[in-house]
Nanobody, 117 residues
């Protein structure tokens, strides 16, 4: 079992920045592909970024160049640096831990990000 706790959400003006953190516990952090997903109001959950233990990252075009995912295996933590935020980035952001070889998939409770003037 993996427990995930997100933090760092809040209200920010358009063009501003936020840094989300996700602390993991309960298993060997480095075994998991870590990711961030978001669910805008009234919409389905969507991918924001993923990072493998080796540091390979994936971003959709909607956030590429503005968001950066990173991980610190020593601290069992994954981060999402969000710059140049737009109102359409407003969503509940979820941390995810996934390990395909064992069919494991864990979610945090989510942290709200609101981009508004």
């Amino acid at each position: 079992q993996v427990q995930l706790v997100e933090s760092g959400g809040g209200l920010v003006q358009p063009g501003g920045s936020l840094r989300l953190s996700c602390a993991a516990s309960g298993s060997i952090f480095s075994r998991y592909v870590m990711g961030w997903y978001r669910q805008p109001p009234g919409k389905q959950r969507e991918l924001v970024a993923t990072i493998t233990n080796g540091g390979t990252t994936i971003y959709p075009d909607s956030v590429k160049g503005r968001f950066t995912i990173s991980r610190d295996n020593a601290k069992n933590t994954v981060y999402l640096q969000m710059n140049s935020l737009k109102p359409e980035d407003t969503a509940l952001y979820y941390c995810n831990a996934r390990r395909l070889s064992t069919n494991e998939n864990y979610w945090g409770q989510g942290t709200q990000v609101t981009v508004s003037s």
